[in-house]
């Protein structure tokens, strides 16, 4: 591939569409700090446990948040391709409610490394906030490790995450999948030394691109260790569970970022836990349903937080970042609708739609991964499904 490229490819886990190939270390970073100044007030809360990849944060009595470093980086752009999602922990007296188990197995197994160095409560509970792939794959880890778990999810999600949880990993390991014959392209090109054009790479290209090929090689390692384990304990609108002096609020809130997400609400520490419905830089929205998710996310701006934790990025004061999300969508859907009653085709409205002035509110100079996923997700995604909506095709 040229090195100056950008490939935009299918992503099945998430059901989207996704910028291929893009990764460093200075994106990550300003990915998680973002917030403090532009568009919501992050919190800076104790760090009580953390290994080399992730750091396990106190939000509240007995609440916890672990944050992930990025699984999979591209190449060349320097973007992020895949982020770990967030995992929440909630510890009453009597038992432990986890939040979300992650995109590998054995990342899931060293988050129950982290929790049982605060708390040697049972582990009761694990809500899935929705069926993504890398919010569900660690499922199984979690099962084996506590006997008497529950598996708690929206009545929907249980055939969704079961269905994805076979389907996905099996045709990411597949001889002569996408990702087995990228990571054999990578390694012609950095043996040679050169990218398709001959020119020669440089040091930190060669090192980026290294650090690329055994991000896809664990991919596929830990992607062969997926086992199939959906929600065992389901609800349809609302579930409340007492962990002994703790209590936890859940609510499907139907379409939004999937066909059925799911917040945890820790009312007396103010404290939620919000899935993909809320994601830092940019939200995802392929294959997401733009026009519900509006409502949705002014629900959740009438919420009192201490502390809000998104299905990615860092974790939040306040509802400002909800506030402008919506914001985003609702302007989208205002102008989408002008240029299509002017008889606009999808096609001209795509080209002749502006939407610079909310850009400069979600993407930094210098952020590509945010840059990225702005271009895949809100120009291509985000516009084609609110004119979908608008229209009456989809919604």
């Not at 054009?197 to 055994?214: H, K, M, N, Y």
């Not at 809130?253 to 820790?266: E, I, K, L, M, Q």
Request: aromatic residues 8%.
């Amino acid at each position: 591939m040229n090195i100056n490229s950008f490939v935009v490819a299918r992503d099945e886990s998430k059901g989207r569409t996704r910028p291929g190939r893009a990764a460093s270390a200075l994106a990550s970073i300003v990915w998680l700090c973002w917030s403090a100044s532009l568009r919501a007030q992050a919190v800076s809360p104790e760090i009580v446990a953390r290994d080399s990849s992730a750091r396990m944060f106190r939000v509240g009595d007995g609440v916890y948040a672990i944050i992930h470093d990025d699984a999979i980086h591209s190449f060349p752009s320097g973007a992020v391709d895949w982020p770990h999602g967030n995992t929440g922990v909630i510890v009453g007296s009597e038992s432990v409610l986890i939040i979300d188990s992650d995109f590998y197995p054995s990342r899931a197994a060293a988050d129950i490394a982290l929790i049982r160095r605060v708390t040697q409560t049972p582990v009761r509970y694990l809500v899935n906030t929705h069926w993504h792939g890398d919010h569900t794959h660690g499922n199984a880890v979690y099962r084996n490790a506590f006997k008497d778990l529950e598996i708690v999810g929206a009545q929907p999600n249980q055939h969704f995450i079961a269905l994805n949880q076979a389907r996905y990993p099996r045709n990411v390991v597949a001889a002569g999948s996408p990702v087995r014959t990228q990571v054999a392209s990578d390694q012609a090109m950095l043996a040679r030394g050169t990218d398709s054009t001959g020119r020669r790479l440089t040091d930190s290209e060669r090192r980026l691109l290294a650090q690329v090929i055994a991000e896809h090689e664990t991919q596929l390692r830990e992607f062969a260790e997926v086992v199939v384990a959906p929600p065992t304990m389901l609800f349809d609108t609302s579930l409340t569970l007492d962990l002994g002096g703790k209590v936890v609020e859940l609510r499907n809130w139907g379409r939004a970022n999937s066909p059925a997400d799911v917040t945890a609400y820790v009312p007396n520490d103010r404290v939620l836990f919000t899935g993909d419905i809320v994601v830092h830089p940019v939200p995802y929205v392929f294959g997401a349903y733009p026009g519900p998710w509006i409502p949705v996310l002014r629900a959740l701006e009438g919420m009192p937080v201490k502390a809000l934790v998104p299905g990615h990025g860092p974790v939040m004061a306040d509802h400002r970042y909800t506030t402008l999300m919506r914001e985003l969508f609702e302007a989208t859907a205002v102008r989408v609708t002008e240029l299509a009653r002017q008889g606009k085709s999808f096609g001209d409205i795509a080209r002749l739609i502006d939407l610079n002035d909310f850009r400069a509110r979600f993407v930094l100079p210098g952020d590509v991964t945010a840059a990225e996923y702005w271009d895949a997700s809100i120009k291509d995604g985000l516009v084609d499904r609110t004119y979908q909506c608008v229209t009456g095709y989809r919604c």
